[in-house]
């Protein structure tokens, strides 16, 4: 795996990570109840039931955990925000939108619990990616030794070492996002 890093080139202020929480949006019109799919400091990645159209201003609280069993809410994120993007996906039964909204203005002490939780929820599953990912490595360098007593060990080999030339072409973006989160803003 490299060291090297290039920050990629796109129009999203922050990083995205994968991170699942309670969502409301609400105007006065209307409030949806939703999870996020994914999360920056700058923005959420969601779908709703209903559609909303670009540039609507909207409110948004987001419950965040204090664990991650989701059981205990630390406390509830609320800020101004905006529907930047919105896609329809159709299926058999209903419509479903796919939406990205853009923060406005968090306060400091909501942003910087939101950043650590993005922080603590993503780089302890991505350390433990990694960890994975390494000990398949060293499975593969025992079943050479194994290999020499046992027939079968060279099958189990040849099937690591195919997943490995996978994981090793992947495992960079396993570093950039330990890099992105160990330096999020």
Do not use: W
């Amino acid at each position: 795996m490299t060291k090297n890093i290039e920050k990629k080139s796109n129009s999203r202020q922050h990083p995205r990570f994968i991170v699942v929480l309670p969502l409301q949006i609400s105007t006065e019109d209307f409030t949806l109840k939703t999870t996020s799919k994914n999360i920056s400091c700058s923005g959420v990645f969601c779908y709703v039931d209903r559609f909303i159209p670009i540039d609507t201003d909207i409110n948004v609280s987001m419950r965040i955990f204090n664990n991650s069993d989701g059981q205990k809410a630390q406390r509830t994120v609320k800020c101004k925000a905006k529907i930047v993007r919105i896609e329809t996906l159709k299926n058999r039964e209903n419509e479903t939108y796919r939406v990205g909204i853009a923060f406005g203005a968090i306060e400091g002490n909501d942003l910087a619990t939101l950043k650590k939780y993005i922080q603590k929820k993503n780089l302890k599953e991505a350390k433990e990616l990694k960890r994975l990912y390494l000990r398949l490595k060293e499975m593969a360098a025992r079943l050479v030794e194994v290999e020499e007593c046992h027939p079968t060990a060279e099958h189990f080999r040849k099937v690591i070492n195919t997943a490995i030339i996978e994981l090793d072409a992947a495992a960079h973006i396993l570093d950039y996002e330990i890099y992105e989160l160990k330096t999020l803003e």
